[in-house]
Antibody
């Protein structure tokens, strides 16, 4: 069965760029699913950041669109998140998740999450 | 902009009791409502989709109902493992509600 695993630095300096990857195992990233990033902070709850299809098509949360970039690497069966110009408000647990638009129309598989702190 | 409101914020119940959680959308979403369960230190888990359909492997004690702007998640008889936070979510920009925490009374 498909599993997702986030990886990346747990500490990022203010004004820097947060970079995370999500490895997809147990299945191909090149399916009919989309692949998304969601974060969770005490102040803002669960917040969808954006999603990507294996062709490279993307959709982003308008509130973060200018700072978020999601990319896919089919050769590594993974996708990645870049969030630029970070501040303390970007401190959160970051999750990657699979989006099933055909059966559930929901985020049906999630990674375990990785905490990221923005601090100098 | 779609806004989801969940009530109550916290629900204190005992094992075996019935839990009724509410989610209200700021505009009609037909039956396009999803519910997740999140236990402490874990990722959210898909429970209910299309307002009333249980995801694979979800016990029958979980049920969802509603349409338009008002939705309900019901846990018919709380098991110890059901004490968690529950979130509703709709399709527009995958907006989540603020969550309802079900804790042990």
């Amino acid at each position: 069965q498909v599993q997702l695993q986030e990886s990346g630095p747990g500490l990022v300096k203010p004004s820097g760029t947060l970079s995370l990857s999500c490895a997809v195992s147990g299945g191909s990233i090149s399916t009919t699913n989309w692949w998304s990033w969601v974060r969770q902070s005490p102040g803002k709850g669960l917040e969808w950041l954006g999603e990507i299809y294996h062709t490279g098509s993307t959709s982003y949360n308008p509130s973060l669109k200018s700072r978020v970039t999601i990319s896919v690497d089919k050769s590594k069966n993974q996708f990645s998140l870049n969030l630029s110009s970070v501040t303390a408000a970007d401190t959160a647990v970051y999750y990657c998740a699979r989006v099933d638009y055909f059966y559930y129309y929901a985020l049906d598989i999630w990674g375990q999450g990785t905490p990221v702190t923005v601090s100098s | 902009e779609m806004v989801l409101t969940q009530s109550p914020a916290t629900l204190s119940l005992s094992p075996g009791e019935r839990a009724t959680l509410s989610c209200r959308a700021s505009q009609s979403v037909s039956t396009y409502m999803v519910w997740y369960q999140q236990k402490s230190g874990q990722a959210p888990r898909l429970l209910i989709y299309d307002a009333s359909k249980r995801a694979t492997g979800i016990p029958a004690r979980f049920s969802g109902s509603g349409s338009g702007t008002d939705f309900t998640l019901t846990i018919s008889s709380l098991e110890p493992e059901d004490f968690a936070v529950y979130y509703c979510q709709q399709r527009s920009k995958w907006t989540f509600g603020p969550g309802t925490k079900v804790d042990i009374k």
